[in-house]
């Protein structure tokens, strides 16, 4: 099984990069892609760029053309539920597009004909954050991740998503991602870690807590590889 571990920034998948034994660089379509092992098990990591379009893309691009039959994404998010703080994980049961509007029409906020409002990330995979959650002696939340080709840092803005999709945290990938691998039939898990309350004060907070939180959910999300190579699949 050939595993695509994804983030957005750098910063998401450099503290990934680095765990591997060796990897190959590739680039394609304007995007460099690091074919690597991983205690044995194969892995293609990227970082897309920021926005839903970008993710589509490289998700795209991961499992149709590096042949990915998992995906695992890793990287920051503001928060919406107050239970979350900054370093704090946070794994998507579904998620949503939290700036599709075509309400005009009748349709509900998030929604296209042919589409549907939330995607449901992998059962299995959520399960096995769990078992990772518990040996580690983490606390991590499972709730709805709302993505947005927007930096949320606005309490109006917030509590509109926060009302309207009933979100936890909100993020710029999730929910693209999330259609590209349910529409391709890959299972996929979405791991975030706080880096800011998507407030007055999300960019300064953002900047200053970036990095760190990019680790947190890179060495959780990799201990969750290391669970799956143990289980040869
Ligand atoms: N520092 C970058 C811009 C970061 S955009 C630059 O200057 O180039 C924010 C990134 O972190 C996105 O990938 C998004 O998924 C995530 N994110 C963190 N907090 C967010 C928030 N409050 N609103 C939206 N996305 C957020």
Redesign the pocket.
């Known amino acids: 099984m050939k595993i695509a571990i994804m983030g ?2 750098p910063e998401e998948v450099e503290p990934i990069l680095k765990k591997l034994d060796s990897y190959k660089t590739t680039e394609f379509a304007k995007n460099r892609y690091y074919e690597g092992k991983y205690k044995g098990v194969d892995v293609v990591v990227a970082y897309s760029k ?1 926005g839903k379009v970008f993710s589509a893309l490289t998700a795209t691009t991961l499992i149709e053309h590096f042949g990915c039959e998992m995906l695992l994404f890793s ?4 928060a919406i539920n107050e239970k979350l703080s900054i370093g704090d994980l946070i794994v998507a049961t579904k998620l949503s597009q939290h700036d599709l509007d075509i309400t005009i029409f009748g349709h509900p906020y998030g929604f296209v004909p042919e589409g549907s409002v939330y995607v449901e990330a992998d059962k299995n995979l959520i399960e096995l954050s769990k078992k990772v959650a518990k040996d580690l002696g983490v606390e991590v939340l499972e709730g709805i991740i709302a993505t947005g080709d ?4 606005d309490e109006e803005k917030k509590e509109f998503i926060k009302n309207t999709f009933k979100a936890d945290a ?4 999730g929910a693209s991602v999330a259609v590209v691998c349910d529409a391709l039939k890959v299972p996929f898990f979405i791991l975030r870690s706080i ?2 309350a ?1 407030d007055m004060d ?1 960019g300064f907070n ?1 900047e200053e807590f970036v990095e760190s939180s990019a680790k947190i959910s890179a060495d959780f999300l990799m201990k969750m590889v290391d669970e799956l190579a143990g289980k040869n699949l």
């Not at 927007?150 to 840092?153: H, N, P, S, T, W």
């Open positions: 957005a920034m920021i990287g920051v998010a503001g927007q930096f949320i840092a909100i993020e710029m990938e880096s800011d998507a999300a953002f």
